[in-house]
């Protein structure tokens, strides 16, 4: 039993590296009165080109009152803590 532990273990230490992280900045928008906002999502990385990323963001930020206005572009984490700013309150948040 405890050889079953390690070796699942063992696995589950080398595959989490091994994990790409994806987000996606993208544009969205309130109706009534118009309010627009530039986010920063992360998306599964099966989800990880424009196209996917918008099936997934959709239904996130309908459920916040806001509609998607397009995906801008995915990218890995290398480039994450480059667009901190320009997102503001709308890094990470759906």
Request: aromatic share 12%.
């Given at each position: 039993?405890?050889?079953?532990?390690?070796?699942?273990?063992?696995?589950?230490?080398?595959?989490?590296?091994?994990?790409?992280?994806?987000?996606?900045?993208?544009?969205?928008?309130?109706?009534?009165?118009?309010?627009?906002?530039?986010?920063?999502a992360q998306?599964?990385?099966?989800?990880?080109?424009?196209?996917?990323?918008?099936?997934?963001?959709?239904?996130?930020?309908?459920?916040?009152?806001?509609?998607?206005?397009?995906?801008?572009?995915?990218?890995?984490?290398?480039?994450?803590?480059?667009?901190?700013?320009?997102?503001?309150?709308?890094?990470?948040?759906?």
């Open positions: 039993m405890m050889k079953h532990a390690l070796i699942a273990f063992a696995f589950m230490a080398f595959a989490a590296p091994a994990q790409a992280q994806c987000y996606a900045d993208y544009k969205a928008k309130q109706d009534n009165p118009l309010r627009l906002h530039y986010g920063v998306v599964p990385d099966n989800a990880c080109s424009p196209g996917a990323a918008a099936a997934v963001l959709t239904p996130r930020l309908a459920a916040g009152g806001w509609v998607l206005l397009n995906v801008v572009s995915t990218f890995g984490p290398e480039s994450l803590q480059s667009k901190k700013a320009s997102a503001g309150g709308y890094f990470l948040r759906y």
